[in-house]
T-cell receptor, first 112, second 111 residues
Framework: NAGVTQTPKFQVLKTGQSMTLQCAQDMNHNSMYWYRQDPGMGLRLIYYSASEGTTDKGEVPNGYNVSRLNKREFSLRLESAAPSQTSVYFC???????????FGQGTRLTVV | GQQVMQIPQYQHVQEGEDFTTYCNSSTTLSNIQWYKQRPGGHPVFLIQLVKSGEVKKQKRLTFQFGEAKKNSSLHITATQTTDVGTYFCAGPGTGGFKTIFGAGTRLFVKA
């Protein structure tokens, strides 16, 4: 089993460009999450989806949008990238929010 | 809003020394989760505690959940270089079906 798969692993964008980060899980989990990790800041929740068909804002949603395409896939879109969005992005999934989550390998995004 | 705080932010130890990181929540938690992230890697789920006063062990790691379910600790006995990384605690966020992470404690082990 692959677990949680994120693509791409690395990306460099110019300010103002858009892109979509893809995430897929093969564990039949209900909940999926997008976090960003900046040095010394821990993991901050951007958006989450408690179940297929629902999405909600986390701690730092500004500048992002998400789509829960189906139970397996949860994408994160940056409409107009800014240097402040330079970070490592992690997708995660869990059976529900009350149990431990499995993380993808991360996407290292640089906005210049 | 809800906060999950961890101390210390960094800890340098000599191999063989013990290490403890503490996690404190501003609200009562239904459960607490612990994760480990190796340098350059992704967070890996270690364990979940649910009951007040619960203590669980994984080899040299001991996890404890406070009686009031607002604090937790992770203790590593006789650290090894393989213990290097950042240890995060996390708990359910209030007002939604989400998980909130502490800022983490980064452990450095000198051989």
């Amino acid at each position: 089993n692959a677990g949680v798969t994120q693509t791409p692993k690395f990306q460099v964008l110019k300010t103002g460009q858009s892109m979509t980060l893809q995430c897929a899980q093969d564990m039949n989990h209900n909940s999926m999450y997008w976090y960003r990790q900046d040095p010394g800041m821990g993991l901050r929740l951007i958006y989450y989806s408690a179940s297929e068909g629902t999405t909600d804002k986390g701690e730092v949603p500004n500048g992002y949008n998400v789509s829960r395409l189906n139970k397996r896939e949860f994408s994160l879109r940056l409409e107009s990238a800014a240097p402040s969005q330079t970070s490592v992005y992690f997708c995660a999934s869990s059976e529900d929010f009350r149990v431990g989550a499995f993380f993808g390998q991360g996407t290292r995004l640089t906005v210049v | 809003g809800q906060q999950v705080m961890q101390i210390p932010q960094y800890q340098h130890v000599q191999e063989g020394e013990d290490f403890t990181t503490y996690c404190n929540s501003s609200t009562t938690l239904s459960n607490i989760q612990w994760y480990k992230q190796r340098p350059g890697g992704h967070p890996v789920f270690l364990i979940q505690l649910v009951k007040s006063g619960e203590v669980k062990k994984q080899k040299r790691l001991t996890f404890q959940f406070g009686e009031a379910k607002k604090n937790s600790s992770l203790h590593i006995t006789a650290t090894q270089t393989t213990d290097v990384g950042t240890y995060f605690c996390a708990g359910p966020g209030t007002g939604g079906f989400k998980t909130i992470f502490g800022a983490g404690t980064r452990l450095f082990v000198k051989a």
